[in-house]
C-alpha cells in the first residue's frame, strides 16, 4: 500500500499507515545499530549507538503499546525510506579508510535516521492529538523527545571532537 493510493482516506488511515511504516523503519535501526557500533572507533561514538540500540528496542515495544490502545493490529509495511538510508550509510562506509573519517561518516548517516524519525514521529504525535487519542501522543512524545536527545547528542559529539580529529 503505498501512501498515495486510495487506500488512505482519514486521517485516521494515515495515521495507521505511518505508524506501520515507523514500525517498520525502527524494527531496521535495531538491526543496524549494533553495525554501526561496531565500525565507530570514538569510544563515546560507540557507547552512543548502543545506548540508542536499547532506546530503539523500547521504541519498538511503545509502538506496539499504540497499536494496541488505538486497536488496530500491529504490523509493520516495507519503508523504502529508512531502506535507503541504511543502504546508503553502508555504501559510504564502506568506502571510508580512515578511522577517524569513518565515524564523521558514521554520525553522518546516523543522523539522517533521527531526522527521518523527528519528522514522523513529530507528525504521529500531531495527529494522535487531533484524532482525540491523547493517549498515543504522550507514548509518541517519549520517543520522539529521544530522537531529539540523541539528535542533539551526535552533534555536540561530532563539534568536539569527531570533525577534529577528522580533519587532522
Ligand atoms: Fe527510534
Ligand atoms: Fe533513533
Known amino acids: 500500500m503505498g501512501l498515495f493510493t486510495k487506500d488512505i482516506k482519514t486521517m485516521n488511515d494515515l495515521f495507521v499507515h505511518q505508524l506501520q511504516d515507523i514500525y517498520y523503519a525502527e524494527q531496521q535501526l535495531v538491526k543496524a545499530l549494533p553495525k554501526m557500533a561496531e565500525k ?33 493490529a500491529v504490523k509493520a509495511i516495507d519503508c523504502p525510506a529508512i531502506d535507503g538510508i541504511i543502504e546508503e550509510a553502508n555504501e559510504t562506509v564502506g568506502e571510508v579508510a580512515d578511522k577517524a573519517v569513518l565515524d564523521a561518516a558514521l554520525i553522518n548517516a546516523a543522523q539522517a535516521a533521527e531526522h527521518y524519525e523527528i519528522a514522523r514521529y513529530g507528525s504521529l504525535v500531531a495527529w494522535a492529538r487531533q484524532l482525540g487519542r491523547t493517549d498515543c501522543a504522550s507514548v509518541l512524545q517519549k520517543t520522539l523527545d529521544e530522537e531529539k536527545a540523541t539528535d542533539k547528542k551526535l552533534t555536540a559529539l561530532a563539534e568536539s571532537r569527531v570533525n577534529l580529529r577528522a580533519a587532522s
Not at 570514538?42 to 488505538?70: I, N, Y
Request: hydrophobic share 35%.
Open 40 to 72: 565507530a572507533t570514538e569510544p563515546q561514538l560507540k557507547q552512543g549507538f548502543l545506548t540508542h540500540l536499547d532506546e530503539t528496542r523500547t521504541h519498538v515495544k511503545r509502538l506496539e503499546q499504540v497499536f494496541q490502545m488505538h486497536g488496530v
